[in-house]
């Protein structure tokens, strides 16, 4: 069931319960709550409200202008509520704010630049053969002048000592593009899952925040757009291929350069962006030849990285491999979308787990023939743990060389496929590991 529309005057009457609740524990008369305090405190979530407004800061002056309370004024910091973006905890300062007003004349820059990204791939979109269309975009990609949002230097943490752990989001199977109706109701589009991908960031944020962390991973890890590989997709789809490429690019160029920006310390952020089987090019079988670079994701990961090039401590990393073995403080982990576990979801929970079993241990003893063989390190030799998406399922499974497979969940969810064949209900989060002292020491689900 589709969960009713929240009306206005519904979200105003509980804002002003959250805000006594808020008073009674705040010495300032005049603050307004958080959007955190908000959230914890109210049964609603950021999706009523964004159901009426642009955003939490928009919610809360619509609330003061409604009860006649005195509106922020650009000179009155005291009232001013201006956040970062819709998630951010922080009242801010003019200067902070016209810091903000800064960058987004820069996003529009942007912006024009993807227009221009986006003309090229419909043009090219006619070329008959796959490769030399993916050949003619990268050409003609690397004359496009890639403006980064410049913002403040970041304040260095008040605590006398950083976190000395790494926190790995993992990020995958997203399928951005795709339409999810149960019982004629869109429980899924690009709309809701472009949201989902920022709360999860969001979610990060606070992590890094709270835990003074300034040294992290991301690895994105294949699906995040739905592709076409099937006629259903070709049908229901709510944008072309092409055009969720542009826009999930976007989408994590913004939410990756938002989560550098708050993590503390000089520390470069990482970023590993792997294929997945959905983006392939070619609808039927799946294919070996040319397996990576003949996919759609392959092209996402090249425009992350080209609008990446101005930020000097990210670094994006594409390989032209279906896997790679990121070393995180001692902790070597082999990341794949999940795809060469060849073994369906017949499994317990829909989890091959007979496959998992069987296939890493051939794995492991291939990387170790091809690294003996003179192949680079970062795709062969010995591996401790296995990061996948694919299955659309959490789980953690155990390896025989006392490493895990740690399988992610879906930002999509449940879908109608795991409905009416009858497989168990995807699991709406995202793995979050912190790694240290040669070990994954915890592991959270955002």
Same mark, same amino acid.
């Given at each position: ?79 001013? %509520? ?18 903000? $007003? =800064? ?25 008959? +053969? ?5 050949? /003619? ?9 890639? =403006? ?18 790494? $926190? ?14 149960? *019982?004629?109701?869109? #429980? ?14 969001? @979610? ?13 991973? #991301? ?15 070709? @049908? ?7 055009? /969720? ?34 983006? @392939? =090019?070619?609808?039927?079988? %799946? ?6 670079? *003949? ?22 990393? #594409? ?7 990121? +070393? ?23 989890? %091959? ?5 069987? =296939? ?21 030799? /010995? ?6 998406? !694919?299955? !659309? ?13 740690? #399988? ?18 995807? /699991? ?19």
């Amino acid at each position: 069931m589709i969960k009713q529309l929240v009306s206005i005057e519904e979200l105003f009457n509980d804002f002003n319960r959250v805000l006594e609740q808020f008073r009674n524990i705040n010495s300032n008369p005049d603050k307004f709550p958080p959007r955190s305090f908000y959230l914890t405190h109210s049964p609603y979530t950021a999706n009523d409200y964004l159901k009426h407004f642009e955003g939490y800061t928009a919610f809360v002056n619509a609330f003061r202008k409604e009860n006649k309370y005195v509106l922020p004024s650009d000179t009155d910091s005291d009232l001013n %509520p201006y956040m970062v973006g819709e998630n951010d905890e922080e009242f801010m300062d003019p200067e902070e704010v016209q810091s903000i $007003l =800064t960058a987004k004349k820069q996003l529009a820059r942007q912006q024009l630049e993807l227009k221009t990204l986006r003309k090229l791939l419909k043009e090219d979109i006619s070329i008959d +053969n796959q490769q030399d269309k993916f050949n /003619s975009i990268i050409e003609r990609l690397e004359n496009i002048k890639f =403006t980064p949002i410049k913002l403040e230097k970041k304040q260095q943490s008040k605590k006398s000592e950083y976190n000395k752990s790494t $926190l790995l989001l993992h990020l995958s199977d997203a399928h951005l593009g795709e339409v999810v109706k149960f *019982d004629n109701q869109v #429980v899924y589009n690009t709309e809701i899952g472009t949201q989902r991908i920022k709360d999860t960031f969001s @979610r990060v944020i606070q992590k890094v925040k709270e835990g003074n962390y300034n040294k992290v991973h #991301v690895l994105v890890n294949g699906d995040m757009i739905s592709g076409d590989i099937h006629d259903e997709l070709q @049908r229901t789809n709510d944008m072309l291929t092409t055009e /969720s490429i542009i826009d999930c690019a976007q989408l994590l160029t913004g939410c990756l350069i938002e989560l550098y920006n708050n993590i503390p310390g000089k520390e470069k952020l990482t970023v590993d962006i792997m294929i997945g089987n959905h983006p @392939r =090019t070619r609808p039927g079988k %799946p294919y070996n030849k040319e397996k990576v670079h *003949d996919n759609f994701e392959w092209l996402l990961g090249k425009i992350i990285q080209g609008y990446m090039k101005g930020y000097k401590d990210i670094g994006v990393n #594409v390989p032209d491999s279906s896997w790679y073995i990121r +070393n995180i403080q001692g902790v070597k982990f082999l990341e794949t979308h999940g795809d060469i576990f060849r073994g369906g979801s017949s499994g317990i929970n829909t989890l %091959p787990f007979s496959t998992f079993c069987s =296939t890493a241990p051939k794995l492991s003893a291939l990387l170790d023939d091809l690294y003996s063989l003179g192949f680079n390190e970062n795709v062969c030799g /010995s591996f401790d743990n296995i990061l996948i998406g !694919h299955y !659309h399922k959490v789980a953690i499974v155990p390896l025989q060389n006392r490493g895990f497979i740690y #399988v992610n969940g879906a930002i999509k969810g449940e879908d109608e496929y795991a409905r009416y064949n009858i497989v168990s209900a995807a /699991s709406v989060e995202q793995m979050l590991l912190e790694i240290g002292d040669n070990k994954v020491k915890s592991i959270t689900y955002v």
